[in-house]
């Protein structure tokens, strides 16, 4: 079965970096876009970024600027480069992949990233 398991998390001080990670396994078609989403206690999931097959970006309001997302389609794996990191910034972070072909969409377990002032 497909599994997507994030890394890469973890705790850093306000205007640290953190660099995550998230790789797919398993038998997966074709991915269309790879994208990250957060959610902090007491608040919905929420966009943060995504990347599709051709390399075209986009990226939430409070992340352009400070993030940066890129892929490696072949390896079926995507990251989130994160500076200038903020408390506000606190949540577990959660990698998205989505076929068109399939017309499935694959989440990962989430990871931790906490910020501290």
């Known amino acids: 079965q497909v599994q997507l398991v994030e890394s890469g998390g973890g705790l850093v001080q306000t205007g640290g970096s953190l660099r995550l990670s998230c790789a797919a396994s398993g038998s997966i078609a074709s991915i269309n876009t790879m994208g990250w989403y957060r959610q902090a206690p007491g608040k919905e999931r929420e966009y943060v970024a995504s990347i599709t097959r051709v390399g075209t970006t986009g990226y939430a309001d409070s992340a352009k600027g400070r993030f940066t997302i890129t892929s490696d389609n072949a390896k079926n794996t995507v990251y989130l480069q994160m500076n200038s990191l903020k408390p506000e910034d606190t949540a577990v972070y959660y990698c998205?992949?989505?076929?068109?072909?399939?017309?499935?969409?694959?989440w990962g377990q989430g990871t931790q990233v906490t910020v501290s002032a």
């Open positions: 998205n992949m989505y076929s068109v072909a399939s017309n499935a969409a694959y």
